[in-house]
């Protein structure tokens, strides 16, 4: 499967994106879907996962509240709404594929090319 992460940017704190992550192939639906990011000089770190039926979801602490992990599997499409965002969030955000619902990036053998997101203070 490949994966086509957009939708990051310039935006003030406290503001909004959305993440995009749209996929090629046919069997979409039968993995979950993770969001990463890495800020320079870190390592890639867990932000949220969905199954592939939706049923159910896992954040990062630190977003959890803040962001919403949703897909549309009929348009291969998982999202990251993201809210309340904070100088912190700064980072490359990346999609992934698995075949299990895990924080570990490891875990994921399909990777998007990654999206930058920027929170001024």
């Known amino acids: 499967v490949q994966l086509q992460a957009s939708g990051g940017g310039l935006v003030q704190a406290g503001g909004s994106l959305r993440l995009s992550c749209v996929a090629s192939?046919?069997?979409?639906?039968?993995?979950?879907m993770g969001w990463f990011r890495q800020a320079p000089g870190k390592e890639r770190e867990f932000v949220a996962a969905?199954?592939?039926?939706?049923?159910?979801?896992n954040y990062s602490d630190s977003v959890k509240g803040r962001f919403t992990i949703s897909r549309e599997n009929a348009k291969n499409t998982v999202f990251l709404q993201m809210n309340s965002l904070k100088p912190e969030d700064t980072a490359v955000y990346y999609c992934?594929?698995?075949?299990?619902?895990?924080?570990?990036?490891?875990?994921?053998?399909?990777w998007g090319q990654g999206t930058l997101v920027t929170v001024s203070s």
């Open positions: 969905i199954t592939w039926g939706g049923w159910s979801t």
């Open positions: 192939g046919r069997t979409f639906s039968s993995y979950v």
């Open positions: 992934g594929a698995s075949s299990k619902l895990t924080p570990k990036p490891d875990e994921y053998p399909y």
